[in-house]
């Protein structure tokens, strides 16, 4: 088996992020859940939408395109398979994620619909509140899989956020198929609570019959996986079939389990919350990032602790300091 040249490649969402400061009243009125992400199902509403925002800023992003961008920015070797349409914000989305030094090969779309946007309504206290028009991005196919890159990673990485629609879903199993012969490890995010609520069972039976090799999920993700409110019931009820569960509990840090023995890391300190959009893709970006170059999960874990302590200093969820040299003074190594 030939060896493996790229860290992460991952699949997922190609969208672009429209960053505006909001007020919770504003969030109330809109009908929204404050913290949540809910999908726009139509261009017509998510113009709507874009219409009552406030100055706005503009920003590739994407669940798992921010985790490759991460991994990049550690000095890692990274590729991103994702679908844009042949429009502004696609060529927008393609210059941001191969200038961050991933590799994206993945060919746009002609016609309609546009490239994804995710409009991010960021309230004083640093929450998100994400409206995500899929657009593009959830058309795709399988025969857009780039399977020579998928091969050459060490860790296929996948978004919950894409095994909503029928065409994408198809294709990450497609690309499992191919990680797995080519005796790669699959790494899963969750994304949301909303995505377990469509696609629990999915979700499970991909856990219960080791198809996972790496699982990332917040602490209501994973309850809500196993419809219960004792998280430590629904970290027992993953471990069994997951190589490595990795739990996110925002200020309190995360939990990660491996071989039975339970790791934990507190959140890095930082001088205020200004954007949390993309923390839990940073994070799992430093722990990705780190398990690819053979670093113990405990070390893995504080890496990703710092890389999501960058990301909620700044509006946006691509990093703007040095990780590298971030975590090389933090970490001391």
């Known amino acids: 088996m030939t060896a493996p ?21 504003f969030i109330t009125d809109a009908g929204m859940n404050k913290g949540s992400m809910q999908l726009i199902f139509s261009a017509e509403d998510a113009d709507a939408l874009y219409a009552k925002m406030g100055p706005g800023k503009e920003i590739s992003g994407g669940s798992a395109a921010n985790t490759v961008a991460g991994v990049a920015a550690l000095g890692g070797t990274a590729g991103f398979i994702g679908q844009v349409a042949d429009d502004q914000l ?29 409009m991010i309504f960021v309230t004083p206290d640093g929450q998100r509140t994400m409206n995500t028009f899929l657009g593009a ?20 990485y996948l978004e919950g956020y894409l095994w909503d629609p029928e065409e994408p879903r198809a294709a990450m199993v497609e690309a499992i198929r191919i990680a797995r012969e ?9 994304s949301d609570v909303f995505c377990i609520d469509r696609h629990g069972d999915d979700f499970r039976r991909m856990v219960e019959d080791g198809t996972i090799d790496i699982l990332f999920a917040n602490e209501n993700e994973l309850k809500a996986l196993w419809k219960t409110d004792d998280l430590e019931a ?8 997951v190589g490595v569960v990795v739990v996110t509990r925002g200020e309190q840090g995360a939990i ?8 934990q890391v507190a959140a ?38 710092i890389c999501a302590a960058e990301i909620i200093s700044h509006y946006g969820a691509r990093p703007e300091a040095d990780l590298k040299a971030l975590v090389a003074e933090k970490m001391q190594y």
Request: hydrophobic share 45%; proline share 3%; net charge negative.
């Open 234 to 241: 629904a970290i027992e009820k993953t471990t069994p079939q």
């Open 5 to 25: 040249t790229y860290d992460v490649v991952a699949i997922g969402n190609a969208i672009v992020d429209i960053l505006a400061q909001a007020d919770d009243q």
């Open 90 to 118: 696609g060529q927008v989305f393609a210059h941001d994620i191969k200038a961050a030094g991933v590799d994206f090969t993945t060919a746009a779309r002609d016609g309609e619909p546009s490239t994804a946007r995710c």
């Open 268 to 305: 890095q300190p930082t001088s205020g919350v200004v954007d949390t959009t993309g923390a839990g893709d940073l994070f799992a970006a430093g722990v990705l990032h780190a398990l690819a170059k053979g670093m113990a999960l405990d070390g893995a874990l504080v890496q990703g602790a």
């Open 137 to 156: 991005s959830q058309y795709l196919p399988s025969t857009a899989l780039d399977a020579d890159m998928i091969r050459a990673g060490k860790i296929l």
């Open 182 to 190: 080519a005796n790669r490890w699959v790494a899963f995010t969750l």
């Open 256 to 263: 990660a389990m491996y071989q039975g023995r339970r790791y």
